[in-house]
């Protein structure tokens, strides 16, 4: 008779691995499981095990002083943040018409590039059906209201025109 194939007779080491009801489990090289996320002071240690695992670190300087030749060579990690990179506010007239590259269309609004330029914008035209806009093309607007909302500008506007202008694409 043929021995049935588990899934911990296919791995040769323990495995974490998650569900879909969000826990932890850990199953060993026997086929048992164990939920680590009911078990706090463990899920604390992997927590922190993986914190220093992932963390961005730079090594401290260590100190050379009298017995450090016999000590082991140890540095404090040192944690840095990323930093926090915001993309340049663009400066749009209110009062006069805009034109943009329209790079993809959505459901309710299009992602637009100012020409001669890597701004990009995303526009939501108000009470304009989308249907002759496409990706390539140039459309003037005028601008209603402009916002920013996570690191993307946004802006409102009434659409004027689209026309396809090959030169003007860059």
């Given at each position: 008779?043929?021995?049935?194939?588990?899934?911990?007779?296919k791995?040769?080491?323990?495995?974490?691995?998650g569900?879909?009801?969000?826990?932890?489990?850990?199953?060993?090289?026997?086929?048992?499981?164990r939920?680590?996320t009911?078990?706090?002071?463990?899920?604390?240690?992997?927590?922190?095990?993986?914190?220093?695992?992932?963390?961005?670190?730079?090594l401290?300087?260590?100190?050379?002083?009298?017995?450090?030749?016999?000590?082991?060579?140890?540095?404090?990690?040192?944690?840095?943040?990323?930093?926090?990179?915001?993309?340049?506010?663009?400066?749009?007239?209110?009062e006069?018409p805009?034109?943009?590259?329209?790079?993809?269309?959505?459901?309710?609004a299009?992602?637009?590039?100012?020409?001669?330029?890597?701004?990009?914008?995303?526009?939501?035209?108000s009470?304009?059906p989308?249907?002759?806009?496409?990706?390539?093309?140039?459309?003037?607007?005028?601008?209603?209201k402009?916002?920013?909302?996570?690191?993307?500008?946004?802006?409102?506007?009434?659409?004027l025109?689209?026309?396809?202008?090959?030169?003007?694409?860059?």
């Open positions: 008779m043929k021995k049935k194939e588990t899934l911990s007779s791995l040769h080491h323990p495995r974490l691995y569900w879909d009801d969000g826990k932890i489990y850990f199953l060993d090289d026997s086929g048992r499981e939920c680590v009911e078990m706090p002071d463990l899920l604390r240690e992997l927590e922190a095990a993986c914190a220093r695992r992932f963390a961005k670190t730079t401290a300087p260590v100190d050379e002083g009298v017995g450090a030749a016999s000590a082991p060579l140890t540095a404090a990690p040192v944690i840095t943040a990323p930093p926090q990179r915001k993309a340049p506010d663009i400066v749009i007239d209110q006069c805009l034109d943009l590259i329209v790079l993809s269309v959505g459901v309710s299009v992602r637009c590039r100012l020409p001669d330029t890597n701004h990009m914008v995303t526009v939501r035209l009470r304009q989308l249907d002759p806009i496409i990706p390539g093309t140039i459309i003037s607007i005028r601008p209603r402009v916002w920013r909302y996570a690191r993307n500008q946004y802006l409102s506007a009434e659409l025109s689209a026309r396809i202008d090959i030169p003007a694409l860059g």
